[in-house]
């Protein structure tokens, strides 16, 4: 009752003012009266409509400050100080004012403003009207470190759904967000309401609940504030301007060479120019340089540059340049051979030349740059990078004179060279991450913190993505179980885990920050902790994985064509790397995963080969995944020219040799692949529904052939990896799979063996009931009464045996992962994959880790 009382008298109070004489419709006026060094602002409102979001701007004398805000804040930047009134008096309905709780301050010294406005107007209502407010603005103001924005919606109707993004200076970090969620990538920051002020009602800001954050450092102020991409100050963007001093330092036959004065102004970063010939576009650059190609000689040409900012704005023209190429006829001779070509650094994916200068009768205009036989780049100096390289991979480059009438020189001496790993140095340790853990593995990515993984892995695969059956696109959006039947051929249509992925709230006990979710974000579930993960571990790479066992069924399909495989990799790329998931109950959205994932992981099961019941299999798969592999590569390359950023991309890859055979052009492959994941389990199981190896036990991931192997083919880590090898797959390009499961067998044999290679009655039952035959590692040790564990020395493998007629089970301990590190590092391979994280309690993560140091 006390509380509608309250409400009751402020409504008396505001009826009972006198309305000041008219001025301008929907314009406030503002009345400023000085006791002692006391100030106040008495806002009126002398229209016909209630006026919301308005602001005091004004002037005090130098040295004069404002402290002690009432009813208001106040920011003060040098003598010009602003008044943001407080959320109860942010409207002032016509014919009212803010009395008795107008906007009121205390001066260091008595001084009357200057300058002042309101609403963009002069605060007695003199000149004229305001232009129009924009349709959404944001006022910041600070106090100490910490920094608030009220959004102003100044329509008619409610807006629903917003954010801010705003830069910081190097190194100034921001946190503690009160009424919104924040990200910081970099510089750029993020605020996204939560979900009581997502929408805001005309002609209202968001008082009480603006959201707030803490700076580190209390100098800072945010820049480049925008709300919805619209700048929060309401103001136009302002296109760059003009380049100057457009100029052409060298010009031969068939080329001309031009360089500017970077343009300045404009309200957006510049990201790059186009240079135009006569009206024709020439060339897209991001620097302040570019060679025009494919002209005619002793042509008259005429060239501009045109600046173009962050949203693609084009700047005006720069003053025209006019050119003439050169006349091939008044020169023939060639220039000297450059020499002493040689690397001077080396990247995963570039590598930089340098070499010495020729010489010419009238000058050399530039070099050509050959990888093989291909034109590679050309340049002005005696200096190149060439990139979009493949990792691990040699290259030989030669280097060609260019002199002003284009005559040629002999190539130089080739130079041999190779790109890094993408490691660099060391050894990856490569984790696959599942998608359903979250469910009855009760495994979060937050374990992958807790139990130390995180800090040892080198890459993150999330698994799986799916293929639309429909548009033939990466599928995203959707939550649909499979069927029980494993064996079912349409198990994977359409099914999809948009919840598990990022719809899906985590509380704070499973969060990797120990932050719950509140069920109202636009990035939830396990992409979000994917994002909080990279932020504690910044040198994680985190790839999607597309397909997998069940889920490759119409990987045959999108590589079948050119139009297909383009169009595939389009969606992938839009939807994983862009981040521009569909919405899904309130979550999703454009760019709303964006920055999570670092690269591709491919799971074709298997191209050319039998997998999954029903997977589409085509005649020419093997040729398709080549190129579809080339696509990726391509797509993902281009994406690089425009982000500054290089993505990866890798494949799990067969262990058995037909089906290497059958679907990979394994040399041609390693042309654009990062890593083969190679798969170094399940060589032997007896399945989930006992139709595959059900009667005799066998191991799983031996490193080497076993003699008393009885099937046709002794699979092995060794026997796999030197088919790789043997097909001339550079070692570092390669990591071997790590099983963290276990393969099980009941009714076995003893058969003096402790049940190696025994008769078996089929599959053991598993950790969960739809998946007889298989244990995570923690859960099988933990739950399979006195199977007593044993080391297999030859063949290096493990397996633990209950008894005569028992349950016999094969998997990697810390012994046999010790082993095959020590394998893997004397053939000089790149590291290990695992299959999958959540079998492990953090024991065999580190044992992996300690043995590849």
């Given at each position: 009752?006390r509380?509608?009382?309250?409400?009751l008298l402020?409504?008396?109070?505001a009826?009972a003012?006198?309305?000041?004489?008219?001025?301008?419709a929907a314009?406030?006026t503002?009345?400023?009266t000085?006791?002692g060094?006391?100030g106040?602002?008495?806002?009126?409102?002398?229209?016909?409509?209630?006026?919301?979001?308005?602001s005091?701007?004004?002037?005090?004398?130098?040295?004069v400050?404002?402290?002690n805000p009432?009813?208001?804040t106040a920011?003060q930047?040098?003598?010009?100080?602003?008044?943001?009134?407080a959320y109860?008096i942010?409207?002032v309905?016509?014919?009212?004012?803010?009395?008795?709780?107008?906007p009121?301050?205390?001066?260091?010294a008595?001084?009357?403003?200057?300058?002042?406005t309101?609403g963009g107007a002069?605060?007695?209502?003199s000149?004229?009207d305001?232009?129009?407010?924009?349709?959404v603005t944001?006022?910041?103001?600070?106090?100490?470190?910490r920094?608030?924005?009220?959004?102003?919606?100044n329509?008619?109707?409610?807006?629903?759904?917003?954010?801010?993004?705003?830069?910081l200076?190097s190194?100034v970090?921001?946190?503690g967000?009160q009424?919104?969620?924040?990200?910081?990538?970099g510089?750029?920051?993020?605020?996204t309401p939560?979900y009581?002020?997502?929408t805001?009602g005309?002609?209202?800001s968001t008082?009480p609940y603006?959201?707030s954050?803490?700076?580190?450092?209390a100098?800072?102020?945010?820049?480049?504030?925008r709300?919805?991409?619209v700048r929060?100050?309401g103001?136009?963007d302002?296109p760059?301007?003009?380049?100057g001093?457009?100029?052409?330092p060298?010009?031969t036959t068939r080329?001309v060479?031009?360089a500017?004065?970077?343009s300045t102004?404009?309200s957006?970063?510049?990201?790059?120019y186009?240079?135009?010939?006569g009206?024709?576009?020439?060339?897209t650059?991001?620097?302040t340089a570019?060679t025009v190609?494919?002209?005619?000689p002793?042509t008259?040409?005429?060239f501009?540059v045109k600046?173009k900012?962050l949203?693609g704005n084009?700047?005006?023209?720069?003053?025209?340049l006019?050119v003439?190429?050169s006349?091939?006829?008044?020169?023939?001779?060639?220039p000297t051979?450059?020499t002493?070509?040689?690397?001077?650094?080396t990247g995963p994916a570039?590598?930089?030349?340098?070499?010495?200068?020729?010489?010419?009768?009238k000058?050399?205009?530039?070099?050509?740059v050959?990888?093989?036989?291909?034109?590679?780049t050309?340049?002005i100096g005696?200096s190149?990078?060439?990139?979009g390289?493949?990792?691990s991979t040699?290259?030989?480059?030669?280097?060609?004179?260019?002199?002003?009438?284009?005559?040629l020189?002999a190539?130089?001496?080739a130079l041999k060279?190779?790109t890094?790993?993408?490691?660099g140095s060391?050894?990856a340790?490569?984790?696959?991450?599942?998608?359903w853990?979250?469910?009855?593995r009760?495994?979060f990515?937050?374990n992958l913190?807790t139990?130390?993984?995180?800090a040892?892995?080198?890459?993150l695969?999330?698994?799986?993505?799916n293929i639309d059956?429909q548009n033939?696109?990466?599928?995203?959006?959707?939550t649909?179980?499979?069927?029980?039947?494993?064996?079912?051929?349409n198990?994977?249509?359409?099914?999809?885990?948009?919840d598990?992925?990022?719809g899906?709230?985590?509380s704070a006990a499973q969060?990797?920050?120990?932050?719950?979710?509140t069920?109202w974000?636009?990035l939830r579930?396990?992409?979000?902790?994917?994002k909080?993960?990279?932020?504690?571990y910044?040198n994680l790479k985190i790839?999607i994985s597309?397909?997998?066992?069940?889920y490759?069924k119409y990987?045959?399909d999108?590589?079948?064509t050119?139009?297909?495989r383009?169009?595939?990799?389009a969606?992938c790329?839009?939807?994983?790397?862009?981040?521009?998931?569909?919405?899904?109950?309130g979550?999703?959205?454009?760019?709303s995963a964006?920055?999570i994932f670092d690269?591709?992981?491919?799971?074709w099961?298997?191209p050319?080969?039998?997998?999954?019941?029903?997977n589409?299999?085509?005649?020419?798969d093997k040729?398709?995944n080549?190129l579809?592999i080339?696509?990726?590569?391509?797509?993902?390359?281009a994406?690089?020219?425009?982000?500054?950023?290089?993505?990866?991309?890798?494949?799990?890859?067969?262990?058995d040799?037909a089906?290497?055979a059958?679907g990979?052009?394994?040399?041609?492959?390693?042309?654009?692949?990062?890593?083969f994941?190679?798969?170094?389990y399940?060589?032997?199981?007896?399945?989930?529904d006992?139709?595959?190896?059900?009667n005799?036990t066998?191991?799983q991931?031996?490193l080497?052939?076993d003699?008393?192997?009885?099937y046709?083919?002794?699979?092995s880590?060794?026997?796999a990896?030197?088919?790789y090898?043997q097909a001339?797959?550079n070692p570092?390009?390669?990591?071997?799979?790590?099983?963290?499961?276990g393969r099980g067998?009941?009714?076995v044999?003893?058969?003096g063996r402790?049940?190696?290679?025994?008769?078996a009655?089929?599959?053991a039952?598993g950790?969960?009931q739809e998946?007889?035959?298989?244990r995570?590692?923690a859960?099988?040790?933990a739950?399979?009464p006195g199977?007593?564990?044993?080391?297999d020395?030859?063949a290096?493998?493990?397996?633990?045996?209950?008894?005569?007629?028992?349950?016999w089970?094969?998997?990697?301990d810390?012994w046999a992962?010790q082993k095959?590190?020590?394998?893997?590092?004397s053939?000089n391979?790149l590291g290990a994959?695992?299959?999958?994280?959540?079998?492990?309690?953090?024991?065999l993560?580190?044992a992996?880790d300690?043995?590849?140091r």
């Open positions: 009752m509380r509608f009382s309250v409400v402020l409504a008396l109070v009826t003012l006198a309305i000041p004489v008219n001025a301008a314009r406030l503002a009345a400023f000085l006791t060094t006391q106040k602002f008495v806002v009126s409102n002398p229209g016909t409509t209630a006026v919301t979001g308005w005091i701007q004004f002037d005090l004398p130098a040295g400050t404002v402290s009432q009813n208001a920011t930047s040098g003598t010009r100080v602003t008044l943001n009134p109860y942010a409207t309905q016509p014919g009212k004012n803010t009395e008795p709780y107008s009121a301050f205390t001066l260091s008595a001084a009357q403003p200057a300058n002042c309101i002069n605060c007695d209502g000149g004229d305001p232009p129009p407010p924009a349709p944001a006022t910041y103001s600070a106090s100490g470190t920094g608030t924005y009220v959004v102003n919606n329509t008619a109707t409610a807006l629903n759904g917003w954010s801010i993004t705003f830069d200076p190194g970090t921001a946190s967000a009424n919104a969620t924040i990200s910081q990538s510089t750029h920051v993020t605020l939560v009581y002020n997502t805001i005309a002609n209202r008082e603006s959201p954050f803490t700076l580190s450092s100098s800072a102020s945010p820049s480049n504030c709300v919805n991409d929060c100050d103001a136009a302002t760059p301007g003009a380049p001093n457009l100029r052409s060298v010009k080329t060479s031009l500017w004065d970077a102004g404009g957006l970063p510049i990201t790059g186009q240079v135009y010939k009206a024709e576009l020439a060339a650059v991001t620097g570019a190609t494919g002209l005619t002793n008259a040409y005429s501009t600046a900012d949203k084009l700047g005006p023209a720069s003053a025209a006019a003439t190429t006349n091939p006829a008044d020169d023939t001779q060639a051979v450059p002493g070509l040689r690397s001077t650094s570039e590598i930089a030349l340098a070499w010495t200068a020729s010489t010419d009768n000058g050399v205009a530039g070099y050509d050959y990888n093989g036989p291909t034109l590679a050309s340049v005696t190149a990078t060439v990139t390289l493949s990792p040699e290259y030989t480059f030669t280097v060609r004179a260019r002199d002003l009438y284009d005559n020189s190539p130089s001496a060279v190779s890094t790993d993408v490691i060391g050894y340790r490569v984790g696959y991450f599942v998608q853990g979250i469910y009855g009760q495994y990515v937050k913190d139990t130390g993984a995180a040892k892995l080198t890459h695969n999330y698994a799986f993505a059956p033939l696109t990466c599928l995203q959006g959707v649909r179980g499979t069927t029980a039947n494993p064996q079912d051929p198990q994977g249509d359409g099914a999809g885990d948009a598990a992925d990022y899906r709230p985590m969060s990797v920050d120990g932050q719950g979710d069920g974000e636009s579930g396990n992409y979000n902790q994917l909080k993960l990279k932020a504690k910044p790839l597309i397909g997998g066992w069940t490759s990987f045959s999108v590589a079948a050119d139009a297909a383009k169009k595939f990799v969606s790329i839009d939807t994983y790397i862009k981040g521009n998931l569909p919405v899904y109950n979550a999703g959205g454009p760019g964006a920055g690269g591709i992981d491919l799971d099961e298997w050319g080969a039998e997998g999954h019941a029903g589409h299999i085509g005649a020419n040729a398709n080549t579809l080339a696509e990726f590569r391509r797509q993902l390359d994406l690089t020219l425009e982000t500054g950023k290089r993505y990866q991309l890798t494949a799990f890859t067969p262990a040799p089906k290497i059958a990979w052009d394994l040399a041609e492959v390693a042309k654009s692949l990062d890593i994941n190679v798969q170094g399940d060589f032997h199981g007896a399945g989930s006992n139709s595959w190896e059900p005799r066998g191991h991931g031996n080497y052939a003699a008393d192997d009885p046709n083919f002794h699979f880590v060794e026997n990896i030197n088919v090898l001339g797959v570092r390009k390669l990591t071997i799979g790590l099983a963290y499961y067998w009941q009714g044999a003893d058969g402790f049940g190696e290679w025994q008769s009655t089929g599959a039952p950790q969960f998946e007889a035959g298989t995570g590692y859960n099988l040790v739950s399979v199977c007593t564990v044993r080391h020395e030859v290096v493998a493990t397996y633990c045996y209950t008894g005569n007629g028992g349950q089970w094969s998997f990697d810390t992962i095959k590190a020590a394998w893997l590092r053939k391979l994959m695992i299959w999958e994280m959540s079998g492990d309690p953090g024991t993560t580190t992996l300690a043995a590849l």
